[in-house]
């Protein structure tokens, strides 16, 4: 089982980071959140892995921290209906930290905020993965979390339906939200980035 790769990142994209370790180029897919920490290409970079194989493929996912990496494989494990896609874009919205405390409150509103995660899936997981987590108190109270993630992921997604390549809106989305600041909205980000 492969659980780390260390290498030299070579591209990335808001989904997926190509590294070089060993002389072979490896495809791992990332949720959002890891994304945004990789380094600049050419950079050494370190992965937290799981390798999933199925029936007819195999995928390496990668996370900064073991934590993220654990969090996922339990989802994807113990959840029926819950896949390695609807996963990564439920760690792409919000932090696992997040996730984590909304599961153990028994918040199934702000879970089915997520892509792919309706009603159901949300209820899903809160029973079937409540007693993995205790509840964490943040001064906002869990369901008033907007992450930075989430607002990045969402406008980027925006600026790829109306065409323009991945790489390119993120890039603009996050100087954006560098220049607007932790209050900004999906709306503002996709104003910024058309602006350019």
Do not use: W
């Amino acid at each position: 089982m492969i659980v780390g790769i260390k290498g030299k990142l070579i591209s990335s994209t808001p989904v997926s980071a190509v590294v070089e370790a060993g002389g072979l180029f490896y495809e791992v897919h990332v949720p959002l959140t890891t994304s945004e920490r990789l380094p600049a290409s050419g950079a050494e970079v370190m992965l937290h892995t799981l390798a999933v194989y199925r029936e007819d493929s195999q995928a390496l996912y990668g996370f900064i921290s073991t934590a993220d990496r654990d969090f996922f494989k339990l989802v994807i494990e113990k959840v029926s209906g819950i896949g390695p896609k609807i996963a990564l874009n439920m760690m792409s919205r919000m932090s696992v930290q997040t996730l984590q405390g909304a599961i153990a409150s028994g918040d199934a509103t702000l879970l089915s905020k997520c892509q792919g995660i309706g009603k159901k899936t949300a209820e899903r997981l809160v029973l079937e993965l409540r007693g993995a987590f205790v509840p964490v108190a943040t001064p906002q109270g869990i369901g008033s979390v907007v992450t930075e993630a989430s607002a990045i992921s969402d406008a980027v997604a925006a600026l790829c339906s109306l065409g323009m390549k991945a790489t390119d809106a993120d890039k603009l989305v996050r100087q954006g939200y560098a220049n607007i600041g932790s209050n900004a909205t999906v709306e503002d980000l996709v104003k910024f980035a058309l602006s350019k």
